[in-house]
């Protein structure tokens, strides 16, 4: 009953059904009782608020953060109880906190509703009552016909009814869901086709069942039933019939389809990736080092309470004359009032614990994110392409990998194929000048004369030339749209019109190949195929298409030849053709594809088999009804492709080459060096990807290369892993490498991962080929989770990616060929492979020393600020007296000491870029979170405990005792009790505390801009003026005044200045004395290198940069060099200045690392002439 109740309600929706019915153009049963499906409309959300729910679910996002929640706590105590301090101390930097994040969130919102707007609200036309209707797209709904016009993106998943070709077919791109940019072709079914107009459309009487909404983008299953004359017709629906939402109509002048998946139900809203959180290291460390704090603060909370009670145990300070307790009081509970005084004392010294910590590092992280996407070195001109920041979470991550997972095509090389060798009938052939030359023999053919090719090879090549997806284009786009013969415009053409897309590079290499040589693929028309053999026109009907897919790896094509024959053309890799060839030389091929992956080309093979008319019925018939299945559909095309691939006819193979991308070997060598191990993952075979990793220098020629090949059981793969690692503790070679393939992957990692990770942890690469994309996030789990924790990233550009980058800490994604879901689903993404240098060896760098210096400092100065106010009990009878008045507290970390130390963490730089990039090995000095080890976080909480000593001691023996230096030279006791009273101490304590904290930061501070001094000497002045108005004016709006006076008072005194100033350089001295003796005695590398950063280099980094243009000269570069002149830094000419720049240097325009740095986020020095 109560199941029913929420069903009616629509909280627990019905169970759907495993399909969906769709009545095209809504026309339902009318007989019977039919009871329609409820589906969503279309509206598209990305929004996570609404203007009613926005401050509940935001208020309780945020407070499932402990911090949030604990000073949450802390704040309803001060309501609940008598406390020390006003509610006001906790609850203002609370709402802060709360307030800015709401904030942020709220306008990453309100921009995320605009977007929804925008797209729910553009205009559609759909067919309704037998006419065009104009609507917004939130208000198509499933079983609508969909009007789509050239060059409109699809605003619904359709099935396409028609087009206004006579086949119905249309072309799309997909560049907004997955990247490719390739023309792809989709079709209708006949008996749909033919209905072109609104009246047709609306008399058609169809009904579509598919599959439930699922986010694969290459899959669906359905069909659809059309009824005529009273006949059913049924006919299978595939990806090829579905019009994704996103998608944009290109080369058609409209379609009509028919809505079946909507808004959020729709395959682009179901692949809003919603990825898991990714951790950094960092924020663990800072969890700990909170929890380290709040023992502290329940140490300090309780040892007070408990001195309390021991203090008053004496009745004289039980109950003094001056504070006589209430009847109330006298009869209360102890158990009561020693749990209030623990509560009270916990809100005295809550502020040990960061409230603005937090906010403080999101908006470092956040404000932080946009200087990789500004830094000019990560930007690719060719392809206008800048790096991009898909989560700002783990910016300091990037320097602290350990291993680096990369692809190889696509990632390490271009993705850009060239067609060099092929292997015809056990004869290798390269490409000369357009034609096919046997091996061994020299190009003496006239130029123009027709190259003399036998049946073998002619058949080889058009095999080549018909099985492929690749799409043709031409310069008058619509060349095939109206009547006539639609071939009659390719046959006009000459090559130069026309162009070849295809979602493989492969495909479109080798189809562009066979054209040169002479036989062209010329025209692409539904169901027929054009080539052009020697100039001569060969029309073949497409039959069947056998897509490729992972498993199989191969594709297929099924043709009726001119001559009336049937015949299946096939490619795929050797290990997917050869077992199924029986004619053809087998042994001599399978020779010449090892010495193509040798020489590091891509290989495929390509095998026919011819059909009789009768072996053709019963394979179309298997076809059909694997094709028209709902269920279990892809296991019987699995079985019905496994069933026509085999007694093939092995023709030949093809070599392709991937060429390299620029300065990757220099990359990978760079990493190598700063103790970043690689390891490539690919699905190329072994010989190939040997082959590339040794051009590329992942693999070294001095190196002593393990295998683990081939492996076919659990005892044999455990057998020669042992031997492995034995040979690697007998062989005294200083590197090894490990290759490692798939299958013997496999069995590695089922039982025997102890002694694979012992192996590969001492090599210092490992190449992994033919792997399927879920053994890579394995590989990578495996080495996450093992015992060491190492940091992991993952780099590639392609869709078999997507699980790595997902499974590694960072994953970084290639803007490549192979489409957009790598970079989708990535952390970061770059244009090239070279760039990753500069993103961990600098970026990385840089946001690692920043993030560390912020959290150890956080928690360094709340020291400071709540240490005296814990050493003040012990002189106030731990009466619960605060030291400081309630706004210092309230503004202590939200205005006095926060901007110096975002500051800092936005623009500090140990070390100058260029250094970073030259020396990889100082990447080094900061790995397995070095900055943020216990020893340094204890090194700067007990420095903080000693400046907080020498703050209130110092303040009590130079002020408290000597009444001599009490007033302006006035000896006087009434002057000392007018003035050194309890708001006149704690505002000195203050007062110390701001200006050393401040001051601290400084001393830390290698990289000094505008900025740094502006917002460093502006907060100390800042506290003083604010000091001076807060004290020295009657505000009427504040209940109790208690400063009134004091810190003018305390300011006029000379004493009061000789006691500040004494007492910051007792602080700060050992700093100073400790850090040069450190850097003389024992330096670090990095500290070393800072030598070759000149201070001369440095001082006008940050008007330099902020004037600095990406091309040519500087907007202020006449402003710089007028400072340059004014601060001594050029002497004499303009072309001695910018000489005398290049000095001071470490680096040079030879260098191999990005030599010409444009980059601005850095605020790096680039001297205004030379931008």
């Given at each position: ?47 996570k ?10 208020l309780?996002?945020?407070?499932r953060r ?28 609370l ?13 990453e ?7 929804d ?18 609507t ?24 396409l ?11 799309i ?40 909404p ?15 004359h ?13 019009l ?8 058609t ?37 909170l ?14 309470t ?24 006298r ?25 603005s ?44 990998v ?11 090389t ?14 290798k ?12 023999m ?21 095999a080549v ?56 693929f010329?025209?692409s ?5 054009e ?12 039959l ?23 015949v299946?053309f ?5 290990s ?16 010449h ?28 018939r298997r ?9 279990q559909?892809?296991?019987r ?28 070997q220099e ?12 390891w ?50 007998e ?8 290759v ?5 992957l ?13 192996v590969c942890?001492?090599c210092s ?34 869709a ?65 600020f ?43 730089q ?39 000593f020498?703050?209130?001691?110092g303040s ?23 003035m050194?009273g ?23 501070t ?63 001295f ?29 001082t ?10 990406q ?39 030879t ?20 931008c």
């Amino acid at each position: 009953m109560l199941r029913w109740i929420r069903q009616q309600l629509g909280f627990d929706p019905p169970h759907q059904s495993e399909t969906r019915t769709v009545y095209v153009a809504n026309r339902f049963p009318q007989h019977g009782h039919y009871v329609p499906q409820r589906f969503a409309d279309n509206r598209i959300i990305s929004s996570k608020y609404t203007i009613w729910n926005f401050i509940p679910k935001n208020l309780f996002e945020q407070f499932r953060r402990i911090a949030n929640f604990y000073f949450l706590i802390i704040f309803l105590v001060q309501l609940m109880i008598d406390t020390p301090t006003s509610p006001v101390t906790s609850g203002l930097p609370l709402f802060f906190v709360i307030t800015v994040t709401a904030i942020k969130q709220g306008y990453e919102d309100w921009l995320r509703h605009k977007a929804d707007n925008e797209v729910n609200g553009a205009p559609v036309f759909v067919v309704r009552s037998g006419s065009l209707v104009q609507t917004r797209s939130k208000n198509i709904r499933v079983g609508d016909i969909v009007r789509v016009a050239k060059d409109e993106t699809f605003p619904v998943d359709l099935v396409l009814l028609s087009s206004d070709r006579p086949d119905g077919t249309c072309h799309i791109t997909t560049a907004s869901l997955d990247g490719e940019t390739n023309l792809k072709t989709h079709y209708s079914v006949a008996e749909t086709a033919v209905c072109q107009s609104v009246s047709q459309l609306e008399a058609l009487q169809a009904v579509v069942e598919c599959q439930q909404p699922e986010a694969d983008l290459y899959r669906f299953v359905g069909r659809i039933t059309v009824t005529q004359h009273g006949e059913e017709i049924v006919r299978p629906l595939g990806p090829e019939n579905l019009l994704l939402r996103g998608a944009r109509l290109k080369n058609t002048k409209e379609i009509f389809g028919v809505a079946v998946y909507t808004g959020m139900e729709s395959k682009m809203a179901l692949n809003y990736k919603c990825k898991s959180q990714k951790r950094s290291a960092v924020e663990k460390s800072m969890n700990t080092f909170l929890i380290i704090y709040l023992g502290i603060l329940l140490f300090e909370a309780i040892l007070s309470t408990i001195l309390k009670y021991a203090w008053q145990a004496e009745d004289k300070w039980d109950e003094p004359f001056y504070n006589q307790k209430t009847e109330q009081e006298r009869n209360s509970s102890p158990i009561l009032k020693f749990i209030s005084d623990f509560l009270a004392f916990l809100v005295l010294y809550n502020f040990i614990i960061p409230i603005s910590l937090y906010v403080t590092v999101e908006m470092q992280k956040f404000l932080g994110s946009f200087f990789i996407g500004w830094d000019l070195d990560l930007y690719h001109e060719e392809s206008d392409q800048k790096a991009q920041v898909n989560t700002s979470d783990l910016n300091e991550e990037l320097g602290q990998v350990e291993y680096v997972f990369t692809d190889k095509t696509g990632t390490l090389t271009e993705n850009e194929m060239q067609f060099r060798e092929c292997s015809i009938n056990g004869t290798k052939y390269r490409e000369v000048n357009g034609k096919l030359v046997p091996e061994g023999m020299t190009d003496d053919t006239p130029d123009g004369s027709t190259p003399h090719l036998i049946g073998d090879e002619v058949l080889f090549l058009k095999a080549v030339s018909l099985c492929h997806t690749v799409q043709i284009s031409y310069d008058q786009p619509d060349c095939l749209v109206g009547g006539g013969d639609p071939f009659a415009h390719a046959n006009g053409f000459s090559s130069s019109h026309m162009e070849y897309y295809a979602s493989s590079p492969d495909e479109k290499a080798l189809v562009e190949a066979a054209k040169r040589i002479g036989v062209a693929f010329t025209c692409s028309n539904g169901d027929t195929m054009e080539i052009k053999t020697f100039g001569k026109p060969e029309r073949y009907k497409l039959l069947h298409v056998l897509e490729f897919d992972a498993n199989r790896r191969r594709m297929s094509v099924i043709l009726q030849t001119p001559s009336g024959g049937t015949v299946l053309f096939t490619k795929g890799a050797e290990s997917a053709i050869l077992p199924f060839a029986t004619g053809g030389e087998i042994e001599k091929t399978r020779l010449h594809v090892d010495e193509f992956a040798l020489k590091g080309l891509r290989t495929l093979v390509v095998a026919c088999r011819h059909f009789s008319p009768e072996e053709y019925i019963d394979v179309d018939r298997r076809l059909n009804a694997a094709r028209t299945a709902l269920q279990q559909r892809e296991e019987r095309l699995q079985e019905a492709f496994s069933y026509i691939e085999r007694d093939l006819q092995l023709l030949g193979a093809t070599g392709v080459e991937d060429k390299l991308q620029d300065k990757v070997q220099e990359t990978i060598e760079a990493l190598r060096l700063a103790g970043i191990k690689v390891w490539v993952l690919t699905g190329d075979k072994h010989e190939t990807a040997v082959s590339v990793s040794l051009s590329c220098g992942h693999f070294h020629r001095t190196m002593n290369i393990l295998e683990l090949l081939q492996q076919r059981s659990d005892n044999e793969c455990a057998e020669q892993l042992r031997i492995l690692a034995r040979r690697i503790k007998e062989d005294h070679v200083i590197q090894h490498g490990l290759v490692v393939d798939g299958a013997s992957l496999s069995l590695a990692l089922r039982e025997h991962e102890k002694l694979f990770m012992e192996v590969c942890k001492n090599c210092s690469a490992v190449l992994c080929c033919r792997m399927a994309p879920l053994q890579k996030a394995k590989v990578v789990r495996l080495l996450k989770t093992s015992p060491e924790k190492p940091i992991t990233l993952a780099i590639g550009d392609g869709a078999n990616d997507v699980s790595m980058i997902q499974e590694a800490h960072v994953g970084i994604g290639i803007m490549g060929k192979e489409g957009r879901q790598a970079v989708r689903n990535s952390d970061y993404a770059i244009a090239r492979f070279k760039f990753l240098a500069k993103l961990l060896l600098v970026h990385g760098h840089f946001y690692y020393i920043r993030i560390a210096t912020l959290v150890q400092y956080f928690f360094y100065k709340n020291v400071c600020f709540i240490t005296p106010q814990f050493l003040y009990q012990f002189f106030c009878l731990f009466s619960q007296q605060t030291l400081y008045d309630s706004v210092y507290l309230t503004l202590y970390n939200i205005c006095f000491t926060s901007l110096p130390i975002l500051v800092y963490s936005l623009f500090e730089q140990l070390v100058h870029p260029h250094i970073l990039q030259n020396k990889p090995g100082l990447y080094r000095d900061i790995s397995k979170n070095s900055l943020l080890s216990f020893r340094t976080f204890l090194y700067w909480t007990l420095l903080g405990f000693c400046h907080a000593f020498v703050f209130f001691f110092g303040s009590y023996i130079l002020m408290g005792e000597d009444t001599s230096l009490m007033g302006n030279g006035q000896i006087l006791r009434a002057n000392r009790q007018l003035m050194f009273g309890n708001w006149t101490f704690g505002t000195l304590v203050f007062t110390v505390m701001v200006i050393t904290v401040t001051l601290k930061l400084a001393l830390e501070t290698h990289f000094w801009t505008w900025m740094n001094h502006f917002v460093t000497w502006g907060s100390i002045a800042f506290y003083f003026i604010f000091s001076l108005f807060y004290g020295g004016i009657i505000w009427p709006f504040l209940h109790t005044q208690d400063m009134y006076f004091v810190f003018v008072q305390l300011l006029s005194s000379g004493s009061a200045w000789f006691a500040i100033i004494i007492i910051v350089i007792t602080c700060l001295f050992p700093d100073v004395v400790k850090k040069v003796l450190y850097r003389h005695l024992m330096p670090t590398s990095t500290q070393k290198s800072q030598s070759l950063s000149t201070p001369q280099a440095q001082t006008l980094s940050c008007v330099e940069s902020l004037c600095c243009y990406q091309h040519g000269q500087s907007g202020c570069s006449r402003l710089a060099h007028f400072l340059e002149q004014m601060t001594g830094q050029c002497r004499g000419s303009a072309n001695h200045c910018h000489a005398s720049s290049h000095s001071n240097r470490s680096w040079s325009d030879t260098e191999n690392f990005y030599s010409n740095d444009r980059s601005i986020l850095t605020l790096s020095p680039i001297e205004a002439s030379h931008c």
